[in-house]
């Protein structure tokens, strides 16, 4: 689980969270949300856009391992999220890779192609902090 905060005008550029969901909380401000689902055409990835939209304060947003686990996020305000990653980061089988998109490739039974091509990680600031609130039991 984590906050994220981001300045008006910074972007998250297109990324995934392998073999996860993510339940996403627009905790205030707005931002652009484009998704993109991966497939392969030939030997080549690609991707088809299936949300690009503005989110605004109390809205929520789901990735799942199969399904819009591709996104991007860009900040048009000052903007915080709340994550949940289902399962959580192990940094062996789920790392989060990052991506380049193409320009629109093509439209096609009503969706927008483009392609894709995994990319280094980029220099992305993040400051974790350790939750220091109450202690949060579940009885299951």
Do not use: W
């Amino acid at each position: 689980m984590g906050i994220f905060l981001f300045p008006a005008k910074t972007l998250i550029p297109f990324h995934d969270h392998p073999k996860m969901s993510v339940i996403t909380l627009n905790l205030f401000g707005s931002a652009r949300v484009r998704v993109l689902n991966p497939e392969s055409n030939k030997g080549k990835l690609e991707a088809f856009e299936v949300l690009d939209r503005v989110t605004n304060a109390g809205e929520m947003l789901t990735c799942f391992p199969n399904h819009g686990n591709i996104h991007q996020i860009e900040a048009i305000t000052n903007f915080a999220m709340l994550d949940i990653f289902l399962p959580p980061y192990d940094h062996i089988t789920r790392v989060c890779h990052y991506f380049k998109v193409s320009p629109l490739k093509r439209k096609e039974n009503g969706r927008n192609y483009f392609d894709i091509q995994s990319i280094p990680d980029p220099y992305i600031e993040m400051i974790e902090e350790p939750y220091q609130g109450q202690r949060i039991t579940i009885d299951i």
